[in-house]
């Protein structure tokens, strides 16, 4: 039988890989553009963002895995992603 920790455990750990997915979804939308399609004047996609995807990839490939990262760990990377992309569509980082 499941403990409530790890239960509790189980539900970070998904959040983490549906924000992950999600996020991912709309950089590869940027990427496969090249530009930022809601800026006026489009620009290059940064290659922080390139960055940023990859290693968010890398990690959620490994998320599901018993040696996984945490879930915190993943959080954190998405966070970063996230940064980016509120960045290239000229907004503010949500907190």
Do not use: F, W
């Not at 890989?17 to 996609?45: F, K, M």
């Not at 998320?63 to 990262?69: L, Q």
């Amino acid at each position: 039988m499941a403990t409530l920790t790890g239960v509790k455990e189980l539900q970070a750990r998904v959040h983490a890989i549906e924000h992950a997915s999600q996020s991912l979804a709309l950089a590869r939308t940027y990427i496969s553009a090249d530009v930022v399609p809601q800026v006026p004047n489009p620009c290059p996609v940064s290659a922080r963002l390139r960055a940023e995807v990859s290693r968010v990839a890398r990690m959620l490939e490994q998320a599901s895995g018993p040696t996984g990262h945490s879930p915190q760990a993943l959080e954190g990377a998405v966070e970063g992603l996230d940064r980016e992309l509120h960045a290239l569509r000229g907004m503010p980082a949500p907190h």
